[in-house]
């Protein structure tokens, strides 16, 4: 059955450096969502992506965060100068389309910034 | 914007009782609501959903019940196992061009007793 898969599971970084999360959606969806989740909290949107181009992000997605798919199967989130309160566990998404409404999640990457 | 209430925050029950998570949503236009089960670790896995055109659906233990009037929508599960323990999310999307932007509820532990 096919999956969304996330790289990588966990990620440690120190505060101010970069990071980018990797994920592959499954391969005939269309449309591509990046949610996060805050240690015991619910999940949160952030972004979603369709035809390469950003088409809702939450107040959450500031200057700091960035979304690409550099080639047909990849989707990653760049965080540019990550802060304290940006660790999460960061969940990717993806869905056939808008009629067909059905979003899977991927496993998550836990980023933890220290 | 979209806000979805969840109750109960926990919930407990015996092995074969029957387990009700209730959810409402604010915004009229919304016309999906799924559910998804996560479990210690693992990212949301859908289990069920429904559109506004219908107000119920069933598959196998679990049911999930819509009232648009009232806004408001609830899972069910039957003859509960162990295995059904998990945090519960409800959540709501509207329609949109460019994906499906999803809000969560605040989730339901579930813990099923021995």
């Known amino acids: 059955e096919p999956e969304v898969t996330q790289t990588p599971s966990h990620q440690v970084t120190q505060m101010g450096q970069e990071v980018i999360l990797r994920c592959v959606p499954i391969s005939n969806h269309l449309y591509f969502y990046w949610y996060r989740q805050i240690l015991g909290q619910k999940v949160e949107f952030l972004v979603s992506f369709y035809n390469n181009e950003i088409s809702e992000k939450s107040e959450i997605f500031d200057d700091q965060f960035s979304v690409e798919r550099p080639d047909g199967s990849n989707f990653t989130l760049k965080i540019r100068s990550t802060k304290l309160e940006d660790s999460a566990m960061y969940f990717c998404a993806s869905s056939e389309g808008t009629v067909v409404h059905e979003q899977f999640f991927g496993p998550g990457t836990r980023l933890t910034v220290l | 914007g979209e806000n979805v209430e969840q109750h109960p925050s926990t919930l407990s029950v015996q092995e074969g009782d029957s387990a009700v998570i209730k959810c409402t949503y604010s915004d009229s236009a919304s016309n999906y609501f799924p559910w998804y089960k996560q479990e210690l670790g693992k990212g949301p896995q859908l289990i069920i959903d429904i559109r506004s055109n219908v107000g119920e659906k069933k598959d196998q233990r679990i049911a999930v019940t819509l009232n648009k009037t009232a806004k408001h929508f609830s899972l069910h599960i039957t003859e509960t196992q162990p295995e059904d323990s998990a945090v519960y999310f409800c959540?709501?999307?509207?329609?949109?061009?460019?994906?499906?932007?999803?809000?969560f509820g605040t989730g339901t532990q579930l813990k099923v007793e021995l």
């Open positions: 959540a709501a999307s509207s329609p949109r061009r460019g994906g499906n932007k999803l809000t």
